[in-house]
């Protein structure tokens, strides 16, 4: 999936389906979202413990009032409980090795809120599990000369989905950097279970961007 242009919100979109099974998000002649069907291998998926993982959450960069966006759906620290993931990634202990890429991890328990039809989390759910943490390990990522107080916005993300967990599952959310390109940043994500397997794997671009672009001030 790449993203064109901001999605507005509350107003009727169309999405366009190709002959070749390629989908479109329009605003009546916009474009605003592109995808296409996608499968990858991320070989080198960090194992990372529940407990590790809590233990990062108490490391998270961003509170109420360092977020940029504090009511993000999947990050943001003003979200109750059940009204949005609450994943607050933060790096792991083995960060501070000079010369290694971040790892950043979060534990996770989906709401029950997040269920659809089968009794598992939903696969949307899913993704966005996998997109937030992915920007806090890129902003974090110091080897790529990052300093963290950037600004960045997703650009592209391809995930795949082996199995989804249930609510009331004890998961990780594990993400690290992959590269740079100018203001391009790549990086990784993976859902583990508690058992630290593998259930679901990202991989994201997000671009470099003023603050005000951010907030949809400047196109």
């Known amino acids: 999936m790449t993203l064109r242009a901001p999605p507005p919100l509350e107003r009727p979109l169309d999405i366009l389906t190709g002959d070749g099974g390629d989908v479109e998000l329009r605003e009546g002649d916009r474009l605003l979202a592109s995808a296409r069907a996608a499968r990858f291998d991320a070989p080198d998926v960090p194992r990372v413990s529940y407990e590790a993982a809590a233990e990062a959450v108490g490391r998270t960069p961003y509170d109420e009032q360092t977020h940029n966006l504090p009511t993000c759906f999947v990050c943001g620290p003003a979200r109750a409980r059940g009204d949005g993931l609450r994943i607050f990634a933060g790096p792991l202990q083995t960060a501070s090795i000079p010369g290694r890429p971040v790892v950043f991890a979060a534990a996770w328990v989906p709401h029950g809120s997040l269920s659809c039809e089968d009794g598992y989390v939903a696969p949307e759910f899913v993704w966005a599990a996998l997109d937030c943490p ?14 963290g107080d950037e600004t960045a916005l997703l650009g592209r993300m391809a995930a795949w989905i082996d199995r989804r967990p249930r609510p009331g599952d004890r998961c990780v959310v594990a993400a690290w950097p992959t590269g740079r390109e ?17 259930l679901a794997i990202a991989r994201t671009t997000w671009l470099l961007v003023d603050r005000q672009v951010q907030f949809g001030i400047r196109p």
Request: one cysteine or more; glycine letters at 12%; proline letters at 0%.
């Open 182 to 198: 100018g203001r391009k940043l790549f990086a990784e994500s993976a859902l583990l279970s508690s058992e630290q397997d593998v």
């Open 134 to 147: 992915t920007g806090y390990c890129s902003v974090g990522a110091r080897h790529l000369g990052l300093n």
